[in-house]
């Protein structure tokens, strides 16, 4: 890939004691499925689109899950890309969806060996890349599932291992099983409880990849936000990703859309520079939320 793909993209990152190195800005395939994540979307053309629009312009970090759909969103995944040269795809266990589209929390060794086989079916591969073990709340064991993750690691179906939804602790306790290489969890200019969560991972060399850049904002926050927006002549999603990727370089981003026009419009944050005002502002919404 250019240099010039390299800052249209945020730059790059190498996953710590891996030969993966992907562009910062990567792409989120959850909202491919239908409403709520469930069935099939309403325009599969348009789904297969932004998914070859991925690769046009260079986006090789791909972040799926078996249970968005389910099976749909890999199923698109595949049709549209398959066999994903220079694509790092990423997928996460841990969950699943009823016959009533709610979601099943399931940590048990046999659901995840079952979640990892139906992901390799549907993305039509030997092995993935990367798994993100989904954990449902501080409160929960992570050891015995991660126990799991490296059987099916040590059997050669999955290369690396992350976690999600995780706290500090926990990822001990699961790089006391496997080596981590990345984790996924709620953060944004108005959800800082991950700040020295971040900074520690940076010390290792471990990926955070925040998911919901614009999700939990109060009304305020959300105003404000949309303010510095308009000072900047932009949307405010891209101003709430520019302000992540220059929080931290171990920080990796997987917006999320199902329009190509909208795609393009989160891609441009990559090069988005925020004035030392703007990074002022939006630290405060933080500030005050802590």
């Known amino acids: 890939m250019t240099q010039t793909a390299d800052i249209r993209l945020g730059g790059r990152f190498t996953f710590p004691g891996t030969d993966i190195t992907v562009h910062r800005m990567g792409y989120g395939a959850m909202q491919l499925a239908g409403p709520g994540v469930f069935g099939p979307p309403k325009d ?8 070859k629009e991925t690769r046009r312009i260079g986006i090789d970090h791909i972040d799926t899950s078996d249970f968005y759909g389910p099976h749909i969103t890999n199923q698109l995944i595949a049709k549209a890309l398959h066999p994903y040269p220079g694509t790092t795809l990423v997928t996460k266990v841990g969950a699943y969806r009823d016959d009533k589209a709610n979601w099943i929390h399931d940590l048990s060794a046999a ?11 549907n993305l039509g591969l030997d092995r993935l890349d990367i798994v993100n073990l989904r954990i449902e709340g501080p409160a929960t064991d992570i050891v015995e599932p991660m126990k799991t993750m490296r059987q099916l690691q040590d ?35 108005a959800h800082r409880e991950d700040d020295a969560m971040i900074e520690k991972l940076g010390e290792q060399g471990i990926a955070y990849v925040p998911y919901f850049p614009l999700g939990g904002f109060s ?6 936000l949309s303010d510095v927006a308009a000072e900047l002549k932009a949307t405010p999603m891209q101003v709430a990703l520019a302000w992540l990727l220059r929080r931290a370089p171990n920080v990796l981003l997987i917006p999320g859309t199902s329009s ?5 419009e989160n891609v441009q944050a990559a090069t988005m520079e925020l004035p030392a005002k703007s990074i002022a502002e939006l630290d405060s919404i933080g500030a005050q939320a802590l």
Do not use: W
């Open 260 to 264: 190509v026009a909208h795609f393009h």
């Open 155 to 189: 059997e050669g179906l999955i290369r690396h291992i992350g976690v999600s939804t995780v706290t500090m602790s926990q990822i001990r306790q699961a790089q006391d099983v496997a080596a981590i290489v990345c984790v996924q969890n709620h953060y944004n200019v």
């Open 219 to 224: 009304p305020l926050q959300s105003e404000k």
């Open 44 to 51: 599969e053309d348009a789904a297969i689109a932004v998914l």
């Open 111 to 121: 659901h995840l060996r079952s979640s990892v086989e139906d992901n390799l079916r």
